[in-house]
């Protein structure tokens, strides 16, 4: 029962903001699910794989996915994530949630500033689109997050999309890496004798899908700013105690 709470927060904060709420997935998985760490991060990508890939076809049906720029980004994506996730197989557990720790605070300061003011370029920078998507696309794999707060502004700022294309676009690109990063840690850990619980996954994919339409709904009637900010304080939060009880 506390899994699904933590799913549907994590669905909330999607269709509140957008991005953010993919970064939930692991410390609901560590703390509410009990996974291992090295299941909570993989189980985590396969779970904003699906929830991602909703919104984004959500997305398209409107015609609010700029498709050349999912493949521009999401290809160097996937091969970004596939070597992000055989890192992650390789290196200790603590070492990629120390990591996970210092994207959250990077995406609760993000979260807290805001992207409304981001102006639209006119020309697209296609070589530091596709470094972008490599980087993005490694952290996505080694610790399990959809990095929708790092793609956003990067399809803005580098690929000249503009905002109100960005983050279905940037839903299509998190669901085809996760997949990707997810393919290589399920061949790793179940050669190690580790199992899945898929009962789990698909109960927090589907109350995250959920949330995702209950925060649309919340997002268009309460002031975004004041709950943008409350999540960011949140995040930070959620961060020292993943450092505390998980890292040190």
């Given at each position: ?151 956003v502004p990067a399809l803005v700022l ?7 294309l960005a983050i279905g676009t940037s ?13 290589k840690y399920y061949s790793a850990l ?59």
């Amino acid at each position: 029962m506390q899994a699904i709470l933590g799913a549907v927060l994590i669905g909330l904060s999607l269709g509140i903001f957008g991005s953010g709420g993919s970064i939930l997935t692991v410390p609901v998985l560590l703390y509410l699910a009990d996974m291992p760490a090295n299941l909570a991060i993989a189980s985590s990508l396969v779970i904003v794989a699906f929830i991602s890939l909703f919104g984004g076809l959500l997305s398209a049906r409107k015609k609010l996915v700029s498709w050349p720029h999912v493949w521009l980004f999401g290809i160097p994506g996937m091969v970004g994530a596939y070597a992000g996730a055989w890192g992650g197989t390789a290196v200790d557990p603590r070492i990629q949630l120390l990591v996970f720790v210092v994207l959250m605070a990077i995406a609760a300061v993000m979260m807290w500033r805001g992207r409304s003011n981001i102006e639209t370029p006119k020309d697209v920078k296609v070589v530091r689109v596709i470094l972008d998507g490599l980087i993005v696309g490694a952290i996505t794999g080694f610790v399990g997050v959809g990095g929708g707060f790092l793609i956003v502004p990067a399809l803005v700022l580098l690929g000249g999309v503009p905002m109100i294309l960005a983050i279905g676009t940037s839903l299509m690109i998190i669901a085809l890496k996760s997949f990707v990063g997810f393919a290589k840690y399920y061949s790793a850990l179940t050669a190690q004798g580790f199992e899945f619980d898929w009962t789990v996954i698909a109960i927090i994919t589907v109350a995250g899908i959920v949330g995702s339409y209950a925060g649309a709904w919340i997002g268009a009637r309460l002031p975004r700013q004041k709950l943008q900010k409350a999540f960011a304080v949140f995040l930070l939060i959620m961060a020292v105690v993943v450092l505390s009880q998980s890292v040190l």
